[in-house]
């Protein structure tokens, strides 16, 4: 089973300029969660989809952060304008929908670099 | 609200040793507790949740509701054991994680 891809790896941008980050998650997985971990501590959560609808993004800073997950399937995170605390890994995660205690399945992050 | 707090940043311990990561969570509800590890150069992943009570590589964590605690625990520790190690709290939202305890096992 192919576990969730996420691109680019790393990503190296002036403050003020836009990223994108994209995110496919494991086949046949409902739930994706996008969750940004700053060096040190523990990951934050982003926004969380449903198939293709938004059921948490309390956390969100929309001034500046969207996401999307169109067909219900990939996702992408963007960001614009990038400020230098935006510097941090963006981890994409996928759960199936069954059951409660489901696990979460991460990617391996996209870490961002805001100079 | 919802919160997990790791008390220890890092933790040596020596080869052989036991080992216990601690974590206290802040939840008014039922809470579902779960360990999750990073091993170097590898991605963040589940090591076990308190609904399962299982061991994972000699790892247990019990949830003590009194305590509002869920500590990991191994009675003798591994080289292979040295990771990052989050302790996760699902409420009515979804996961929140600690900030993480780096876990170093001395040969």
């Known amino acids: 089973e192919a576990g969730v891809a996420q691109s680019p790896r790393y990503k190296i941008i002036e403050k003020r300029q836009s990223v994108a980050f994209w995110c496919n998650p494991i086949?046949?997985?409902?739930?994706l969660y996008w969750y940004q971990q700053i060096l040190g501590q523990g990951p934050k959560l982003l926004i969380q989809f449903q198939n293709n609808g938004v059921v948490d993004d309390s956390q969100l800073p929309k001034d500046r952060f969207s996401a999307e997950r169109l067909k219900g399937v990939d996702s992408t995170l963007k960001i614009q304008p990038a400020k230098l605390e935006d510097s941090a890994v963006y981890l994409c995660?996928?759960?199936?929908?069954?059951?409660?205690?489901?696990?979460?399945?991460f990617g391996e992050g996209s870490r961002l670099t805001v100079l | 609200a919802q919160r997990v707090t790791q008390p220890e940043k890092l933790l040596s311990v020596f080869k052989g040793a036991p080992v216990e990561l601690k974590c206290n969570y802040s939840y008014s509800g039922s809470p579902e507790l779960f360990w999750y590890v990073q091993y170097s150069r590898q991605r963040l992943q589940l090591l076990l949740r308190h609904i399962s009570r299982e061991s994972i590589k000699g790892f247990t964590a019990d949830l003590n509701k009194g305590e509002t605690s869920f500590h990991l625990k191994k009675p003798f520790a591994q080289e292979e054991d040295s990771a990052m190690y989050y302790c996760?709290?699902?409420?009515?939202?979804?996961?929140?994680f600690g900030k993480g305890t780096r876990l170093s096992v001395i040969a």
């Open positions: 996760a709290l699902r409420g009515n939202t979804p996961l929140v």
């Open positions: 995660a996928s759960r199936s929908s069954g059951g409660a205690n489901g696990e979460l399945f």
């Open positions: 086949s046949g997985h409902a739930t």
